[in-house]
C-alpha cells in the first residue's frame, strides 16, 4: 500500500523549486508544472506570457514517515520570499505567485497553523501572501523544464539565481537532505 502524499509548491521560477525539494530525504518524485489557472494543457509560453491564470510549480511526493510537513514547509517558506505579490526577483507576474495547493484537510489546516506560526513570531516584516488553495489539476511542463537545474548548471540564470539559493538551503536544512 502507498502512503505518500502530494502536494503542489509554488514560490516562483519552477526551475528553482525543483531544485530544491529534489535534494530533501522522504520526497520521492518531483515535477515541475502548472497549477491553479483556467486553461487545459497550458504550454510555457502561454503560462509566461500570464493569460492562463496558473503559477509555475512542482507536484511534491513525499512519504510522511520520513518527512514532516512541516519540514517541507519549511524548505518552501525559506526558499523564497511569500510576502511579495506575483514576484520573486526578477521574476514578476502571476504566473510567479506564493502558492500552496493542498490535497487533504489535514494539509490545509497544517498549513494555515504554519503560516500562523510564522506571523506571531513575525519571521517576515510584510504580510504574508502565500495563497492556501485546494489542488484541482495540474499540468506537467515540458521535459525540457524537467531537472533543469540538475541538467544546466552552468547556464547563468542557474549561477546567479539557484545555485546560492540552494547553498543556503543545504547548510540551513542540512540533517534533511538526501546523502
Keep these: ?15 528553482c523549486t525543483e531544485a530544491v525539494f529534489t535534494s530533501l530525504k522522504g520526497v520521492v518524485g518531483v515535477r515541475s508544472g502548472y497549477a491553479g489557472g483556467f486553461v487545459k494543457n497550458p504550454c510555457y509560453r502561454e503560462v509566461c506570457n500570464g493569460t492562463t491564470g496558473h ?16 519540514v517541507l514547509l519549511t524548505a518552501f517558506f525559506s526558499t523564497h520570499d511569500p510576502t511579495t505579490l506575483n514576484r520573486q526577483g526578477y521574476d514578476v507576474g502571476t504566473q510567479y505567485r506564493s502558492a500552496l495547493f493542498y490535497t487533504s484537510e489535514d494539509q490545509k489546516n497544517t498549513i494555515l ?16 501572501v502565500t495563497e492556501v488553495l485546494p ?42 537532505l538526501k546523502n
Excluded at 500500500?1 to 526551475?15: H, I, R, T, V
Design 113 to 128: 497553523d504554519f503560516i500562523t506560526e510564522l506571523i506571531e513570531k513575525e519571521v517576515f516584516t510584510s504580510p504574508i
Design 135 to 176: 489542488y484541482n489539476s495540474f499540468y506537467e511542463a515540458e521535459q525540457e523544464h524537467h531537472r533543469y537545474y540538475e541538467r544546466n548548471p552552468e547556464m547563468r540564470y542557474c549561477e546567479v539565481v539557484i545555485a546560492p539559493k540552494l547553498a543556503h538551503f543545504k547548510a540551513a536544512l542540512k540533517s534533511y
Design 55 to 70: 503559477a509555475e510549480c512542482v507536484r511534491v511526493e513525499y512519504k510522511p514517515t520520513e518527512i514532516s510537513l512541516d
Design 1 to 15: 500500500m502507498n502512503d505518500n502524499q502530494m502536494l503542489l509548491f509554488a514560490s516562483g521560477c519552477f526551475w
